[in-house]
């Protein structure tokens, strides 16, 4: 069966929040969940645990094989060499950057965040009574771009850390080598500790393979604590397992100070649906690739030939579009505005950061004809507004 064989009704029956949060008349495009069917390896994997009965305590990460897949995995497709026991297993990514921030940081330090940025980097300073120094990614002619001389500025005698998120959600950026080498030589220079949440790594849609930060130089990983995981690339959020790499074995042992019960890691399910993605289901991701490319495709085309008051630009990477509305003047934030009157959700600009507001973030990992419904049910509502 072909991954796009969804429909709307067989996704409603999905208890997961993208598709409940909303009255049943409402299309969401919101939380970064895919709407394809999993792969089949992974399927399969999971009913053969649960019809054996397997859902006990799982096998210790370091015998279940996994940090040692994961390592052939990165060499594998980002010629990054690492191993195994540099490699902790925790419970998600978001975790790793709470804990990370807790660890290498004291409370009312700084940390570098490049805005708008997913939500939990703003919380995750806040709530940890870290001070968030923001460094709002520029738009430049065809992408945002970052603006080096604000961002060294930024840094005072009270940053500790740079929490990158690369590829950016919700720019869409991959960055590019230069970028990174900047960003590193900074770090080096004012002694940061660099957390890279690269949850979209395999989310590249453009003919670029994604560069680990800490792949750059040994002195970069010495201060790099690198976060990945399957669950975005795979579509398997909701089984909570992340992997989070030290080039630094002085700043591993720090983070292995933190009890084991806090930092959790896996469970039965969990180890079964991400040995068979990584093992088994590059064929499917693929496919995903392909179809998220498509789909970008079709949303630059549409809001080029609809909304030419909309800035757009494509995504380098993930499956989400990051669109400027401000110059539609619409009387209420565009998201709230959209899922009123053309009953869409959509993610609000504004939880990004003060940036976002006037943006909303559109997620096109959907089918393709799901996907044209959600564009013609915005344009009509844009349209009526608009009196045309
Ligand atoms: C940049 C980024 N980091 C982390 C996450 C969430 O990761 P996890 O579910 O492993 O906490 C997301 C989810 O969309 C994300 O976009």
Not at 33 to 38: A, E, G, K, N, Q
Not at 123 to 130: L, N
Not at 147 to 159: L, R
Not at 277 to 292: G, I, M, N, S, Y
Request: with cysteine.
């Amino acid at each position: 069966m072909h991954i796009n064989d969804i429909s709307e009704q067989s996704l409603r029956r999905r208890r997961g929040e993208k598709w409940t949060q909303y009255p049943a008349d409402v299309l969401p495009a919101w939380v970064a969940d895919m709407d394809y069917r999993v792969a089949d390896p992974i399927r399969e994997a999971l009913n053969e645990r649960i019809a054996a009965g397997d859902l006990g305590y799982p096998v210790s990460p370091a015998r279940s094989g996994l940090r040692e897949l994961f390592c052939e995995r990165v060499a594998a497709r980002f010629g990054w060499a690492i191993s195994a026991q540099q490699v902790v297993v925790i419970n998600d990514v978001v975790q790793g950057l709470y804990l990370a921030l807790q660890t290498f940081s004291e409370p009312g330090d700084g940390v570098i965040i490049q805005t708008p940025i997913y939500p939990p980097f703003l919380k995750a300073a806040k709530q940890t009574g870290r001070r968030a120094v923001v460094c709002p990614l520029q738009a430049g002619r065809s992408a945002f771009e970052i603006d080096f001389d604000q961002f060294e500025q930024a840094i005072d005698a009270s940053t500790r850390v740079i929490a990158l998120c690369n590829p950016h959600n919700p720019c869409g950026r991959a960055f590019s080598r230069e970028e990174l080498e900047r960003i590193a030589e900074i770090a080096v220079r004012h002694d940061l500790v660099i957390v890279s949440d690269e949850i979209h790594a395999d989310l590249v849609l453009d003919d670029t393979a994604h560069i680990p930060i800490a792949s750059l130089s040994d002195a970069v990983a010495q201060r790099t604590l690198t976060l990945m995981s399957a669950s975005k690339a795979f579509n398997i959020a909701g089984l909570c397992m992340a992997f989070a790499h030290f080039g630094s074995a002085e700043l591993q042992a720090r983070f292995e100070r933190i009890p084991g019960h806090s930092r959790g890691g896996t469970n039965t399910l969990s180890v079964a649906a991400v040995t068979a993605a990584w093992r088994e289901a590059q064929d499917w991701q693929d496919e995903v690739l392909q179809t998220l490319r498509n789909n970008r495709a079709r949303v630059a085309a549409f809001v080029a030939a609809h909304w030419p008051d909309v800035r757009h630009f494509p995504p380098q990477a993930t499956y989400l579009a990051w669109l400027d509305m401000r110059q539609l003047k619409l009387p209420t934030a565009p998201q709230a505005f959209l899922l009123e009157h053309a009953r869409v959700a959509l993610s609000d600009g504004k939880a990004f950061g003060p940036e976002g507001e006037g943006f909303v973030r559109l997620n096109f990992a959907t089918s393709p004809d799901i996907l044209e419904q959600i564009l013609l049910r915005m344009q009509t509502a844009l349209d009526v507004y608009a009196g045309k």
